[in-house]
């Protein structure tokens, strides 16, 4: 028999995705499915995006520049100089994606063996990449009960080791909707450049903010611009998530040279992708700020139903459109199947993301969930019935 790589074999399943088979063979059995699990909006896609792919003229479709389409680029460039970003077109590098962004950045900054510290739980295909890079994954516990605050400065002192070489921060957060503050992100910034560390800084949720201040980018921190690694997509930000267009942006000349050559080695990222998110660059104001009010209506209302189940904690998130609850079970990975192969109410029935899958620790996360709330509100209140009802079926 052909063996597999080791790569292969410890490459993990997402705990996103890996239910993707029950809730196909629900649907076949003419069950509906409210889909919880993934950070898919059914919000419509800004106009200036779709117009732009319909009405451009191209005859061939060519290669993109590895590097990405130089207008597009510009584009961006501007875009962020908008919100307080300085930086220029040749800053930025565009990707397959906002997971292309991360996969050539730890290729870029790390070499095979090196510690990455990451925020537990922490955006699950940090897991994969890092098996696909050969990075191993250092978590620093966050509390539920906190709200999953940035953790003291010491319990990062105490990650550190001498493999360490990078942290990653992602804010607003995937999974929890914790929203870091300046002071915190400050607090980071001390570290990387006291122990010299790269700092990731994924973004992509940056327009979905639910407090009066405004979000901070860790390319604003002063002192540590060679330092910082922006990873950007357009999925979230402008409901694109198959158009599969990212960016990766530092101010470190040297680091984007070498991402370059990894941009390279790839070919391009797509050409009709980079043509909607350069088209929208054009979305107004008004575009986020109805979207913005959308998923504070939703937030409230989840939050509020998630509470007033028994056994049910939810912390209120503060930016994306994720919450990590704690459910009244002891295995969410054995719940979130039951959910799809056994549980039906009135032919509903939903899709959760079990969170054992979001955490590097062994044993965390088996009592709790990632929940997004990306469906509509009447969706929202029917998947929130059909979950109470099944918790309530669960203790009996």
């Not at 699990?37 to 290669?63: C, F, H, M, R, W």
């Not at 029935?349 to 079990?354: D, G, Q, S």
Request: include cysteine; hydrophobic fraction near 40%; charge should be neutral.
């Amino acid at each position: 028999m052909l063996s597999l790589s080791q790569k292969a074999q410890i490459m993990p399943l997402s705990p996103v995705r890996k239910l993707v088979p029950y809730s196909e063979a629900a649907k076949r059995r003419g069950i509906k499915v409210y889909h919880l699990n993934i950070g898919q909006p059914d919000v419509p896609a800004p106009a200036a995006a779709l117009e732009a792919v319909k009405n451009n003229d191209l005859t061939l479709v060519s290669y993109p520049h590895s590097a990405g389409n130089e207008s597009y680029r510009r584009g961006l460039a501007e875009y962020y100089r908008r919100i307080g970003i300085a930086v220029s077109a040749d800053d930025i590098i565009v990707t397959t994606g906002g997971s292309e962004a991360i996969l050539i950045g730890f290729s870029t900054c790390f070499n095979p063996g090196d510690e990455v510290i990451v925020m537990e739980p922490f955006y699950t295909n940090y897991n994969g990449i890092a098996a696909w890079t050969d990075v191993a994954l250092k978590p620093v516990a966050c509390d539920i009960r906190a709200n999953f605050a940035l953790p003291p400065v010491e319990a990062f002192e105490a990650a550190i080791t001498p493999r360490t070489r990078g942290i990653v921060v992602c804010n607003p957060n995937n999974p929890t909707g914790y929203l870091y503050s300046r002071g915190e992100l400050e607090q980071l910034a001390a570290l990387v450049k006291k122990h010299n560390l790269y700092l990731f800084a994924d973004e992509v949720y940056r327009e979905f903010c639910y407090t009066d201040a405004p979000h901070v980018s860790c390319m604003q921190l002063p002192g540590i611009e060679e330092h910082v690694v922006l990873i950007d997509s357009v999925s979230k930000r402008y409901s694109l998530c198959g158009v599969r267009i990212g960016a990766i942006v530092s101010r470190n000349a040297a680091l984007m040279k070498s991402v370059l050559r990894f941009a390279q080695a790839r070919l391009c990222s797509p050409a009709y992708g980079q043509i909607a998110a350069q088209g929208a660059l054009q979305t107004p104001a008004s575009y986020f700020e109805g979207v913005r009010n959308e998923y504070i209506a939703r937030r409230d209302y989840m939050v509020g139903a998630l509470n007033a189940m028994e056994g049910v904690y939810c912390p209120m998130p503060q930016g994306a459109f994720y919450t990590i609850v704690k459910l009244p079970v002891a295995d969410c990975d054995a719940f979130a199947q039951w959910l799809l192969e056994e549980f039906e109410y009135e032919k509903q029935t939903v899709m959760i993301a079990p969170a054992s899958g979001f955490y590097a620790t062994p044993g965390k996360g088996l009592d709790e969930a990632r929940i997004a709330y990306v469906l509509n509100i009447d969706d929202l209140k029917k998947a929130m019935q059909c979950l109470e009802i099944a918790l309530r079926s669960v203790r009996r």
